[in-house]
């Protein structure tokens, strides 16, 4: 999902089935901010599963401040119009890891 700057709209930019797990489409860019929504099957600790819908903002280190703003300054709208509720933030792409989300949704229990 990005923000066409233009237009003033949070579209969505390209969308992808991945079977490997998170951090595995490295297709995240490195250099612009973007949002990703992402569905993760999560095996709980007492065995049952689930799939949250993860809100991923990342906004690599070096990218240009003006874009920063923008997507900083729409992302509590668009969270709250999905309803979204794990909501992450990334600087560094390479953090996105299976093993960086597990953690981050471990604390929702």
Request: glycine share 6%; charged share 30%; with cysteine.
């Amino acid at each position: 999902v990005k923000i066409d700057k233009d237009k003033q709209l949070v579209i969505l930019d390209e969308e992808y089935e991945v079977s490997e797990g998170v951090g595995s489409n490295r297709s995240v860019s490195l250099t612009t901010s973007t949002f990703i929504v992402y569905s993760y099957k999560y095996q709980h600790d007492d065995g049952r599963v689930s799939y949250p819908l993860c809100f991923i903002f990342s906004s690599p280190v070096g990218c240009k401040p003006e874009q920063q703003m923008m997507y900083a300054g729409s992302k509590n709208k668009l969270v709250k119009t999905v309803e979204l509720t794990k909501v992450f933030e990334i600087r560094n792409t390479e953090d996105l890891t299976e093993e960086w989300l597990r953690e981050k949704l471990g604390f929702f229990g």
